[in-house]
């Protein structure tokens, strides 16, 4: 019997300190980083089945990156145009994509098949400048400085071509 009140102990004490380190990981400071970004354009496809009681069926396709902004977080952590995203963080991208959007400032690793080779990429998300969308304004993924949060540039987005 004190064998099964010893093991008892850390299931208590586990019971009693999750709900305060589950509230520390969603506390303001978390939740005042905005969705994250890497700063590529990404393309999917998928490949749509008819069966034989004209219900159909569709098999998404891994993410592929059409092209990567100069200077952003993804040019930083080595993705290239071309790049079929496979995993992030374990999650596969088709079979098990991860659950929640990553916030700037979080380490994201990722997975690549490139050339015929998987290629294991880490990149530091970055945030939107301007954070919102706005018309005729083009949107630029940035790197954080760093613990501050802020932009790594102080160079503001630009006018979007045509307008």
Not at 28 to 46: D, H, K, L, Q, Y
Not at 132 to 159: H, Y
Request: hydrophobic share 35%; with cysteine; charged share 20%.
């Amino acid at each position: 019997m004190r064998r099964s009140s010893l093991v008892s102990i850390p299931v208590a004490a586990a019971a009693l300190l999750l709900p305060a380190a589950l509230a520390a990981q969603t506390s303001t400071p978390g939740a005042s980083r905005p969705t994250g970004c890497r700063g590529t354009m990404t393309a999917g496809s998928s490949t749509t089945l008819t069966r034989t009681d004209g219900s159909t069926v569709v098999f998404p396709d891994y993410p592929v990156i059409e092209s990567v902004q100069p200077g952003s977080p993804a040019e930083a952590g080595g993705m290239k145009g071309g790049d079929m995203l496979v995993v992030q963080d374990g999650h596969d991208m088709v079979g098990n994509p991860p659950a929640q959007p990553r916030l700037a400032g979080d380490t994201v690793h990722y997975i690549v098949r490139r050339d015929g080779a998987e290629v294991p990429l880490t990149v530091v998300l970055g945030a939107w400048d301007p954070a919102q969308e706005t018309p005729d304004v083009e949107r630029v993924c940035r790197p954080l400085a760093g613990p501050g949060q802020a932009l790594a540039s102080p160079e503001r987005s630009r006018p979007r071509a045509g307008g």
